[in-house]
């Protein structure tokens, strides 16, 4: 199994480039691998061209303009568990009761985020790839793809607490998709885009879950951000990112405190 950790600034070891948001530019993919195997980018699957028994090369059709860090790339084994082909679920084992009910939930999801921005998908698909518990998680944001351990769903359907967890991380992530195409042009911005993701997946659970009244995180988090503003060492929220290695403070939990409720 091969996922892709590119982050923030890792596109800069693939290939040279400037990894600044601003900058952007279509890719062709295409991915040389073993006959077994499954390969996911951010478009979806062109045409796989048969080299001999056990070696085969996947083609993707052409991206949209984009930023390199949102490109990622995944070699997984595994196969495809539902029929819907906007929202395309990959496990080793499927649970069928699981994937009716999740697919309902993407698809109020979708309904809710065209609604609430007033804007449709801008890629043709979305892959939710089930990988085993001891794979590393997939941190960086992957455009057309997410990854979720198989323990998340194990049971989902008899847990309360897991099945919301489930469905803020999907109102989340589907939030943030929704979004890249309206990023900010600077990295010192991308507090911005995290905050929205953070709003709508809080206002979401509201409207899915009516009794968990998750808006009502702002209270408390606007104390806590009053707390965090009185600390020297913190930085201000709007602050310009001076190296490259300050970026990645953009996704501290305190930017993301204080992102949310602004």
Not at 39 to 66: A, C, D, G, W
Request: charged share 20%.
């Amino acid at each position: 199994m091969i996922v892709s950790q590119l982050g923030k600034r890792g596109f800069r070891r693939v290939s040279p480039c400037f990894d600044e948001p601003a900058l952007k530019t279509t890719f062709n993919i295409s991915v040389k691998h073993y006959s077994p195997h499954t390969v996911f980018s951010t478009m979806p699957l062109q045409k796989v061209v048969v080299n001999n028994r056990i070696e085969m090369q996947s083609y993707f059709e052409k991206t949209p303009k984009m930023s390199t860090h949102l490109l990622g790339l995944a070699i997984v084994v595994t196969d495809r568990c539902n029929n819907d082909n906007s929202f395309r679920i990959w496990c080793r084992e499927p649970t069928n009761h699981f994937l009716q009910s999740f697919s309902l939930q993407y698809h109020s999801i979708v309904t809710y985020l065209t609604q609430f921005t007033n804007t449709s998908r801008k890629l043709p698909k979305l892959d939710f790839i089930i990988v085993p518990d001891h794979t590393t998680p997939n941190n960086s944001i992957s455009w057309g793809m997410l990854l979720v351990k198989e323990s998340w769903i194990t049971d989902v359907e008899k847990n309360e607490i897991q099945k919301v967890k489930l469905t803020g991380f999907l109102a989340h992530e589907m939030a943030k998709q929704w979004l890249l195409p309206f990023g900010p042009s600077k990295w010192s911005d991308m507090w911005l885009n995290d905050g929205l993701a953070l709003y709508f997946k809080a206002h979401i659970l509201g409207q899915l879950y009516g009794k968990l009244q998750s808006l009502d995180f702002i209270t408390p988090n606007v104390h806590k951000c009053f707390r965090l503003d009185d600390i020297r060492s913190e930085k201000n929220i709007l602050y310009y990112t001076e190296s490259s290695s300050e970026i990645d403070l953009m996704e501290f939990w305190f930017v993301a405190d204080k992102s949310k409720t602004l």
